[in-house]
Nanobody, 126 residues
Framework: QVQLVESGGGLVQAGGSLRLSCAAS????????VGWFRQAPGKEREFVGH????????VYADSVKGRFTISRDNAKNTVYLQMNTLKPEDTAVYYC???????????????????WGQGTQVTVSS
């Protein structure tokens, strides 16, 4: 079992930056890949990015490529989402999710993850 807690959300002006954190419980977190998703009001939850268990591989949605960066510190059981050049359309609740090595499913969909955090609100004003 892995429990995930997101933090770092808030209100920021367009063009600004935020760094979200996803803190995990469990001694084996270093063996879990992590994804970030977001959900705006009235919309489906969408893929933002993914980082492998080792941190050696990352994948991003086209909408955030070049602006967002995912990293992890396995010693701290934490994954980060650095968001730069934020736009009003980035406004959403951001979720982190985790999957074990053995878990199968598309990493760009919600079905590709076993565990979810409760989300943190990010609001970008124009």
């Amino acid at each position: 079992q892995v429990q995930l807690v997101e933090s770092g959300g808030g209100l920021v002006q367009a063009g600004g930056s935020l760094r979200l954190s996803c803190a995990a419980s469990g001694r084996t977190f270093s063996t879990y890949a992590v994804g970030w998703f977001r959900q705006a009001p009235g919309k489906e939850r969408e893929f933002v990015g993914h980082i492998s268990w080792s941190g050696g591989n990352t994948v991003y949605a086209d909408s955030v490529k070049g602006r967002f960066t995912i990293s992890r510190d396995n010693a701290k059981n934490t994954v980060y989402l650095q968001m730069n050049t934020l736009k009003p359309e980035d406004t959403a609740v951001y979720y982190c999710a985790a999957r074990s090595i053995a878990y199968r499913g598309p990493i760009t969909t919600t079905t590709g993850y076993e565990y979810w955090g409760q989300g943190t609100q990010v609001t970008v004003s124009s």
